[in-house]
Each structure stands twice: as structure tokens, then as C-alpha cells.
């Protein structure tokens, strides 16, 4: 299985981006498939979920800004952030997992928000 995920960029603060996550394979295949960022000099860090059902999850400090969703037609998952703030800039990964197996990794797409 593979995870492209593209529509990062440079974005002033108060800006908004949509990231993408096409997989190779059906999304309904994967229990979740998620949204994780690693800013400089921190940890990988969750950022958002959809879960098989559809139930979303988010970390606090993105609620109400960023909303994940899917097209299973495209078997692409979707981040839009919205109200960019500086503390986002980071490196963002498509995340997807299946019971009994590795979980899967996208490429990486940098997000910076300037000040």
C-alpha cells in the first residue's frame, strides 16, 4: 500500500490549505486513516482521524480549524486547515492502519505558516 500525499506550502497566518492523502488501495479497507505532523525538534504528533464509520477525532489545538474527511471514490483522505497559525508549521503525514498489519506512511508534506 501506498500513501501520496501533496498540497503543502508556504501560508501566511489566518491563511488555509487542503492536503491530500491518495492511497493504492480502498480506504474502507483501513480501520483509520489519519493526519500526524512533526514540527522542528518535536515529536510526531496526531493531528486528526476518520475511522472506518466515519467518526472523527482531532487533537485540541486544531478543533474548529481543521476538519478531515474522505471521497472513497478517489480513495483519497482530505485535511483542510483553516485560521493557519504559525505553531502549525511542520511536516505533515498521511497515516492509514489495518488490523493485523503495520501501519502505513505517506511521504511527508511541509506546511509553513508565516507570522
Known amino acids: 500500500v501506498q500513501l501520496q500525499a501533496c498540497g503543502g506550502g508556504l501560508m501566511q497566518a489566518g491563511g488555509f490549505l487542503r492536503l491530500s492523502c491518495a492511497a493504492s488501495?480502498?480506504?474502507?479497507?483501513?480501520?483509520?486513516m489519519g493526519w500526524y505532523r512533526q514540527a522542528p525538534g518535536k515529536q510526531r504528533e496526531l493531528v486528526a482521524l476518520i475511522f472506518l464509520g466515519g467518526r472523527t477525532t482531532y487533537a485540541d489545538s486544531v478543533k474548529g480549524r481543521f476538519t478531515i474527511s474522505r471521497d472513497s471514490g478517489k480513495n483519497t483522505v482530505y485535511l483542510q486547515m483553516n485560521t493557519l497559525k504559525p505553531e502549525d508549521t511542520a511536516v505533515y503525514y498521511c497515516?492509514?492502519?489495518?488490523?493485523?498489519?503495520?501501519?502505513?506512511w505517506g511521504q511527508g508534506t511541509l506546511v509553513t505558516v508565516s507570522s
Open positions: 488501495a480502498t480506504i474502507f479497507s483501513f480501520n483509520v
Open positions: 497515516n492509514a492502519e489495518r488490523t493485523a498489519s503495520q501501519p502505513f
